[in-house]
């Protein structure tokens, strides 16, 4: 589902972003399950670091640096030189890290059931908490008039 498309591709980026916004603990746990099968890894990054915020004005159609977000990377690799990416909001390494071993055993192995299953399943409560995040806007909008 998730990897219909070369490493680099939309489907992986989707993937990324899934992956990124999953449930701490569904994702710590779903890492560990993949562990033991993947054998050695390497870890060429694991730390924790600021990143710009990068915002688009709409008005004048230029791009501006809103702030700095801090941010946990993990970056790993296989013997065959497969690669594994996780970066997090805030101070998560474990949390980066667990991302990373999942995006490195779909670039490895592909895509297995259990790992298919638990994309669609964070999917899903992401784009329930967004509509419910969006719900609770929205009763805060107030319709002013104009004279």
């Known amino acids: 589902m998730f990897n219909e498309t070369p490493s680099g591709g939309s489907a992986h980026g989707e ?8 449930r701490p603990e569904r994702l710590k746990h779903h890492a560990e399950t993949l562990l033991t099968d993947m ?6 990054a694991n730390r ?6 990068p915002m688009r004005d709409t008005v004048q159609n230029v791009d501006f640096h809103l ?8 970056h790993i690799t296989d013997p065959a030189g497969h690669t594994g990416y996780g970066m997090v ?6 949390r ?3 991302m990373a071993v999942i995006d490195l055993s779909v670039a490895a192995r592909g895509e297995d059931a259990a790992t298919a299953q638990f994309l669609v399943e964070e999917k899903a409560h992401q784009a329930h908490a967004d509509a419910e995040r969006m719900r609770q806007v929205e009763a805060t909008r107030v319709e002013m008039e104009t004279f």
């Open 67 to 74: 702030g700095e977000v801090l941010v946990s990377e993990a």
């Open 48 to 53: 924790t670091g600021l990143v710009m915020v």
């Open 89 to 94: 909001t805030g101070r998560d390494l474990e």
């Open 15 to 22: 993937m990324l972003d899934i992956l990124a916004r999953a």
């Open 39 to 44: 054998g050695e890894i390497s870890v060429v």
């Open 96 to 98: 980066a890290m667990a």
